[in-house]
Structure formats: C-alpha cells, structure tokens
C-alpha cells in the first residue's frame, strides 16, 4: 500500500523517521524529497504521486499551515475522498496550530507529545485501512439517491450536530420532525459531506414496509461475496450486517415507522442515522435525537434567492421579500412547501413576482417532483380510522388551536378514545402538542386543508353542524362549567357564523350570547368583544326590527368592554347608538338600561349631576312601564352617586325602596345587593355591626343561590369592617376565601381588589415587601383587563408604601401617574385623593406653598362633588399643614371642620384622631 506524506519541508526530520517507520511495516511511503528528481516538473510529479497513493498522510504544524504546496496538496486530496468515495487523508498533528474547518473532521492522531507513540498509532490506523481494502476494495461503495441536494440551504447546527455525532466514533442519531421539514434531505445532505469520513455509506429507505422486505432490498444492494438472494430474511440481515461491520460504514435509515427495524443495526464501527415522524425510538436516548423544525425567516428567503435569482433577479427577489415570506408563513415555513413554491414561481416569469405569488395555491403545490398534497394525503391515509376521523374533526376548530375533549366529541369518541388516537397523532408527527396540562393541540395548516379537501364539503357541513351542537350543550351549563368553557371561547366565532350561514339565526343568536356572558365573566375580554363585533357584522346595513335589536344588544356588549378598559368616550358613544334604535323602535325598556349604562360612565368622569339626570329618566321610564325591576336597579345607582357625594340618608332611603322592591319581586340577587350597599352606608357611619349583620344577610342569599361572584365581594366587605375593629388575622382569613373564589370563577377584577386589601392588612403588619408583591399582582391584572381606574387605585397604594420607605420621589412619580389616569378618565373623585397624597409628600419636603395649593384644588373638587368624607380627610391634613407652618388660626379651623364632618358621617375612627389633633394645637 503506497502512503503520500504531505508535509513542510522544515518538519522533515519527523517524516523521515515515519517514512522509515512505514517501509519497515512494509508500506511504501511517497516523499517529495526522495521521489521527485533534480530538473523534474514538480507540480506533475505531486498529481502522480497523488494519483497512485493508496492513502494520505498529513503532517500538520505551524510550518505546513503556511507552506502553499502543502495546502494545494490537502485540498486535492479532500476533492478526492468526495470523488472517488473513499478515506484518503490521516492528520498527524505534529505541533500546535489551528485547523482549518474542512479537515477537523478528518482522522486525527496525536503526535504533540509523543512522536514514538503516535508512529505507532499511524502505522495501527494504516493495517486497519489495509484491512478494509481487502474487504471493499480501493474504491469505498456508495448507495445514495441519485438526487444530490444543491438547492440544500441553511441547518448548519444539524449538520454540525451530525457530524460531531457520527463520524469521530461509531453512534447511532434520530432525526424526528413533521411531514415536508426535510429530514430526508437533511440526512441525505449529510451522506454527501460524509462520503470522505467513511468507507461505505448506504442509504436505505424504509416507509410502512416490513422488515423482511426492507433487508432483502439492502442485502442486493450491498457487494457480499456470497449469493444472498436465495437466503432466508433472517440470514441476509446476518450477511448485511457482517458487511456493514468490517467497515467503518455510515447506514442511514430513512422514514422509520416500526420498532422492527432496529434489527438493521450492524453495531459499532458502523454508525447509523435514522430519520423519522415519530419523536422517539426506544433504544435511541433523548440527547441522540433531533427535532427537525421548519425554517426560520433567513432560511426560506436564502432558497428563494437560490431558486428565483436566475429568472427574476436579486434585486426583484429582494424587492418582493415580504411578499414571499408571507406566503412561506402561510405554509407555517414548511421547507418542502417554500421549495416547491419557488420551484413553481420559477416557472412564472412572465408575471411580476407579487402577483404570481398571489397565484399560489395551498391544494396545488406540486412541482412535478416533490407534490406537497400528496405528501399530506399519504400520511393522513397511513392512520387507522379513527386517527383520521379525529383528524377531520379538528379541522373545523380553530386553527390556532383546539380542545380535545371538544373534537372528541365531534368525531363521536369517548374520552380515552380520543386520547388514544391524539397519542397515536403526536407519535405521527400529524399533530402538535401545545398545551399537555390544558389538553391544546394543534394541525400543521397544510394538513388541515389536506383533510379539509379529503374529508369534502358534505362531510364539513356535517361536522360544522357538531361543532356548534358541542358548543350548545356545553355553554348552556356555563356557570359550572365555566373552565370548560374558556378552553373554547374562540370556537364560538367560527360556530356562529356558520349558523347563521344555515340560517339558523336564533341558535346562532343564543350561542353568541352565551359566550360573551362566559368571557366577559372570566375577564376574556378580547374574545368577548370579538364575539359582539361578530354579531354587528351579521345584522349590519339592516334596518328590520329583529336586526336592530340584535344591533342594540351588540353595541351595548361592546360599550360594557370598551368601559372596562377605560375607554370610556367610545363606550358612551355606542351606548348613544343604543339610546337612538331604542328610541326608532319605541322600546322603552331597553331605552331606561341605555340611560343607566350611560349614566355609570358620566359618574366615573364625575358628572354625577348629569348622571342622576339620565337615573331619573330611567327611573320614570320605570315608573311609566309599571317594570319594578329596572326602578330597583335605577334606585341602586342613584344611591350610589348620593353615598359619593354624602348623602348617606337619602342613599340609604333609595336602597331600602330597593330592598322593598326585591322582598315584593323575590328578586334575591339584587336584594343581596341592597344588603351590601346599605351596610356600606352604615360603616361609612361607623356603625360596624349593623353593617356585618346586613352582609351577613347578603352571604346568606348568595350561598342559598349559589352566587359565587357575589359571595367573595361580601367576604372582602366583612373582611374590611374586620379590619376597621383591627382583627386583621380574621380580615386576612376572608380575604384569602375571597381570592380563591375569585380564582375559581376567574373573576380578575375582583381577584385585583383582593390583592389589593390583602395588601392593605400586611402593610399594617410592617411586611412591605409582601405587600408590595401583592399590589404588583393587582396592577398586571388591571393593565390585563384594561382596567384604568383600578390601577390608578393600585398606584396610590403603592406609593403609600414607597412613602413608609423614604422614597418619596418614587412615590410622586406614582401619584402623577395615579392623577394622569384620573384626568383621562376625568375620575374627579381619584383625582381629589391623589391631590391629597401628594400634598403629604409636598409637606415632609417642606414646600408648603405648593401642598397648600394641591389641598385647595382637593377642597374644591370635594365641594363639587358633594364628597363630605373626602372633604374631611382634606381639612385634617390641611389642618396639619397650617400648624408646620405656624398658622394656628388656620390649622384650629380646618381641624373643626373636619371633625363636624366626621362627626355628621358618623365616622367615630377619625372624628376621635381629629379630636387629638385640635386638642394638642390647643395645648400649643
């Protein structure tokens, strides 16, 4: 066997000692120095020299990095290995130096350290390549498809991956991924940089064939000496394997769908790759496999450049980017969809490239070569029946994502069916796990059009028609069900539409209502006004009564979310939408709900006069229409804008014709309500124990009628006059009933406002740091739901704990935001507390002027809206501020001021303090 060493000249001392080494162990070393003649053409002599090596050997050190000849022979030789399919090259590393990234992956041998030790292991690495020679012959067999993959673009880290794997010693790998990723192309690309690691490389394609069959194609394929034809499956696997073992040989099994073909395994030194859908093979370890994912964003634009540059340009391809990423995220950058689009766009170059784009279809990629239908098709054909009967019942779910318990019940299995074909699916790679605990699956969009056009539009209309009937029933149970029902929010929209498209307009009217009744309830309320937006679609342009109902219903849902994020002009504005059909259609009823809903924006934008206007016309229109159950509710609101600006007598006389009004009606839930607005009143008195015996009464009612939602507000209510007695342990106990409650029903809001009070409890406890975690909580929820005037509650509490650290500037720059959102949302009442606490600050800063001018501005608003508790606590710190700055005329007259008012509110906690107060400046 002829050995070229390749090497420096100046490393010759080295070589010389390996050639003699060599021809002692009866190979025959080729030299420069030796065979190459005085006046000889050196270049010519090289290429022979080359030509009639067996092997190569190259002798790697700073010097031969920087020798020219050196390089022109390494590179030659690599070319070779490719070429003629055969190992060609050992590296002696001799001294240390860097090695270029093509040969890092060649054969190595250390001679650093121990240049008799590594002569030895060259001349060992030698006998086994003299070995495989007299099994395979000179030139390594190669079984590839006849397609070489040039248009490959992109997986440099699993090509990294592989070859690090694979080729420095024998392994076994599994590449695993959906349909159409390309693990095929991937493995093949791989067998083709390869060729020069191994003396064999076979690629054998396996698919839902036996194992039997499988062999009998590898052993034909394979050059065993013997006759293998007429042998038994079980001895040709036999002979297979010996063959593929005496040699360091690379098996790629391609598209394994069964266990049985680990009986193809030859054992080391052969190393085998695998590709296949399903996510694991048992005898494969987690960290031997990859997941074959689809392209990124740079990955499809380089191939459509590779494809499309030569037709259209650079610059066009550049130019129409978006367009074609666009359509590769349509096909969710399936690589074998991307390839097959360019091809297909490559052959529409009469067109602009934006509009052949638009020319593409999803049931038509196919380019005579690579038909991504039909790719799909097989697989969907591949599973058992009642795989694909799941199949097609996901498809008419959201392609975002579905429910299984929901497709279960469309494809018409139990449970632990449709558990057992998802399983089956995932192993497939046919369906996509998103969300194991919440059971969220998900179809490739390709695969959804393939089983949508398999399944055909009589079989869809069929499981449409389930789709919604599933929705019905479920739905209908809402308040018990209500989790269930948020898993399936967004199948609403689809569900209605078809409905309405049968013409079944009240069931599509029903389920719509259903839905935004769940989402709103849940604080989903970006589903819940997608749902009402839907139902303005259907009935919009129409001008027939049944459609202007529906359209007043809708504009009023729409007007409820748009006031719970704060958005509050345009809420009113369709709430006047409201007010004008109602008004086309002499509803009346529906008119007095429009004056009320308007009536509770104009109160948060503290235009409570114009407010109590709108009441009293609801109110009449009540009156008029004998309808005692709008009057109660009127009375409950017109009590509220009475209690803010202190009128406690005349709120708590509206909330008691309320009470009676429910006892007359039997109307238990609002009579709960009354219960727990009077008791408000009567705290707000001081008069704590008539007000936790009427929240009593108001838990009573609400565990006798299951109202859970109106059961966790009395709890936090009780929690607070617990508070106000100082029995915090009993407080914090309600609050955490109120949190789960309110974790159950997914209640946000008022999951917020328990954070918030709990918050309050461990502030007092000096536990800040908790607190402030809690009030955190309350404000993600409060940005969440779009809930403006809770988050300006949020940040006044937490600046009062940045303000008991010191950190007063932070603190300000809170309130500001506390007053901000007040402004926008013209809260005259948040607004007045914020002017009071940032007056505090403004004091313990000692610019007295400026927390004076904010106490007035405080007073006014106060005054204007006939706020007196409020007004107190602003004549009680206004008090304290004109002692500091020594005004005690002042600061005596505030005090009596505000200690009348919590005298005449009956509120004994701060009257006593403001007492103390005036008591100690007259002592002064």
Same mark, same amino acid.
């Given at each position: ?643 803010? *600006? &202190?009128? =406690? ?5 509206? %909330? /008691? @014709?309320?009470?009676? +009004?429910? !006892? $007359?009606?039997?109307? #238990? ?95 007092? *406890? &000096?536990? =800040? ?5 809690? %009030? /955190? @909580?309350?404000?993600? +929820?409060? !940005? $969440?739901?779009?809930? #403006? ?96 700055? &020594? ?9 009596? @001021?505000?200690?009348? +008012?919590?005298? $005449? ?20």
């Amino acid at each position: 066997m002829k050995v070229f060493l390749s090497h420096s000249t100046k490393d010759k001392e080295f070589v010389q000692r390996l050639a003699a080494a060599l021809e002692a162990a009866d190979f025959e070393p080729w030299l420069c120095e030796v065979d190459i003649g005085r006046g000889e053409n050196f270049v010519a002599k090289i290429n022979e020299g080359l030509g009639q090596s067996d092997l190569a050997l190259l002798v790697w050190s700073p010097d031969a990095a920087k020798s020219a000849w050196t390089e022109q022979e390494w590179t030659s030789l690599l070319a070779q290995q490719v070429e003629e399919h055969k190992i060609r090259l050992g590296i002696i590393l001799l001294r240390d130096h860097p090695l270029p990234p093509l040969l890092r992956t060649s054969n190595r041998i250390e001679a650093r350290w121990d240049q008799a030790a590594a002569i030895r292991e060259v001349l060992d690495w030698l006998k086994g390549r003299q070995r495989v020679q007299r099994f395979s012959g000179l030139k390594a067999p190669v079984y590839l498809p006849d397609y070489r993959p040039k248009d490959f673009v992109g997986r440099e880290a699993y090509l990294a991956r592989l070859q690090e794997t694979l080729t420095a010693e024998s392994g076994t790998f599994l590449l695993h991924g959906e349909p159409g990723t390309g693990k095929s192309v991937l493995a093949l690309r791989f067998a083709w940089d390869a060729q020069k690691d191994f003396d064999a490389v076979i690629y054998q394609s396996c698919g839902q064939r036996g194992v039997d069959e499988i062999t009998a194609e590898l052993a034909d394929r394979l050059p065993i000496k013997i006759d293998v034809k007429t042998l038994p499956p079980e001895e040709k696997r036999k002979q297979s394997m010996r063959w593929l073992r005496e040699r360091q040989s690379l098996l790629i099994l391609d598209d394994v769908w069964g266990r049985d073909v680990r009986q193809l395994e030859p054992g080391p030194p052969c190393s085998v790759l695998y590709t296949s859908r399903q996510p694991s093979l048992p005898w494969i370890s987690a960290q031997q496999s990859l997941e074959v994912e689809s392209f990124r964003e740079e990955e499809a634009e380089q191939l459509f450049h590779a494809y499309l540059d030569s037709v259209f340009g650079a610059n066009e391809v550049t130019r129409y980017r978006a367009v074609l990423l666009g359509f590769a995220h349509k096909v969710e950058m399936l690589p074998i969809a991307v390839a097959v689009s360019a091809s297909l766009l490559r052959e529409k170059s009469a067109s602009r490239l934006d509009r052949s784009v638009l020319k593409l279809r999803l049931d038509n990629l196919n380019d005579g070569v690579r038909d991504v239908p039909q790719l799909f098709q097989k697989a969907i054909a591949s599973q058992p029946q009642r795989e694909q009967r799941l199949l097609a019942a996901a498809v008419v779910c959201v392609q975002e994502s579905f429910w299984l318990p929901l497709v279960a019940q469309i494809a018409k299995l139990e449970e632990d069916e449709a558990d057992d074909a998802a399983d089956r699916l995932v192993n497939s790679a046919l369906l996509r796990v998103l969300d194991r605990e919440r059971r969220r699956f998900q179809l490739h969009a390709l695969l959804r059009e393939q089983v949508r056009t398999d399944c055909g539009s009589g079989e869809i209309d069929n499981l449409q028609q389930s789709h919604a009937a599933a929705l019905e029933r479920l739905f209908k149970d809402w308040e018990t069900r209500w989790r269930d029902c948020r898993e399936c929010l967004a199948e609403i929209i689809p569900a209605a539409k078809f409905l309405w498209e049968q013409k079944e307009g009240a069931r599509q009217s029903s389920l719509s209502d259903y839905g935004f009744v769940v989402a709103r309830r849940i604080g989903e309320l970006e589903d819940a006004f997608r749902i009402s937006k839907q139902d303005e679609a259907f009935h919009a342009g129409c001008s027939d009564r049944e459609a202007l109902d529906v359209l007043h219903r809708s504009y009023g849902n729409q007007a409820l979310i748009l006031q719970a994020w704060g958005q509050l002009e345009e809420a009113l504005a369709l709430f006047k939408k409201v007010e004008v059909i109602c008004l086309e259609l002499d509803d009346k009823d529906n008119l007095g709900i429009s004056y009320g809903n308007q009536a509770l924006i104009l109160q948060d934008w503290g235009r409570l006069e114009e407010a109590l206007t709108l009441l009293k016309q609801q109110e009449a229109i009540c009156l008029e229409l004998g309808d005692k159950d709008g009057l109660q509710a009127s009375y409950g609101s017109q009590a509220t804008i009475l209690f803010s *600006w &202190g009128r =406690l007598e005349e709120a708590l006389a509206l %909330l /008691k @014709q309320k009470e009676a +009004i429910c !006892l $007359e009606l039997g109307n #238990k839930n609002s009579l709960g309500i009354s219960y727990g607005n009077q008791a408000l009143i009567l705290k707000a008195w001081g008069r704590l124990e008539e007000a936790l015996a009427l929240h009593k009464k108001e838990e009573t009612i609400c565990l006798e009628l299951g109202n859970k939602d109106g059961l966790q507000a009395s709890d936090g209510n009780q929690a607070n006059i617990l508070y106000s007695w100082g029995r915090l342990e009993e407080a914090l106990e309600l609050h955490k009933k109120e949190e789960a409650i309110c974790l159950e029903l997914g209640n946000k809001d008022g999951l917020g406002n328990s954070y918030c009070n709990q918050a309050l409890i461990l502030q007092d *406890w &000096g536990r =800040l740091e908790e607190a402030l975690t809690l %009030l /955190k @909580q309350q404000e993600a +929820i409060c !940005l $969440e739901l779009g809930n #403006k005037d809770g988050l300006q509650t949020c940040y006044v509490n937490q600046a009062g704990i940045l303000k008991d650290w010191g950190r007063l500037e932070e603190a300000l720059a809170l309130l500001k935001q506390q007053e901000a959102i007040c402004l926008d949302l013209g809260n005259r009442d948040g607004l007045q507390t914020c002017y009071g606490n940032q007056a505090v600050i403004l004091q313990d800063w000692g610019r007295l002027e400026q927390a004076l001018a904010l106490h007035k501005k405080q007073e006014a608003i106060c005054l204007e809206l006939g706020n007196k508790g409020q007004l107190g606590y602003c004549y009680w710190q206004w008090g304290s501020l004109a002692e500091r700055q &020594g005004d005690k005329q002042a600061a005596r007259q505030k005090f009596e @001021q505000a200690l009348a +008012i919590f005298a $005449e509110l009956k509120m004994p906690r701060e009257r006593d303090a403001v007492q103390a107060a005036l008591d100690k400046t007259d002592a002064a």
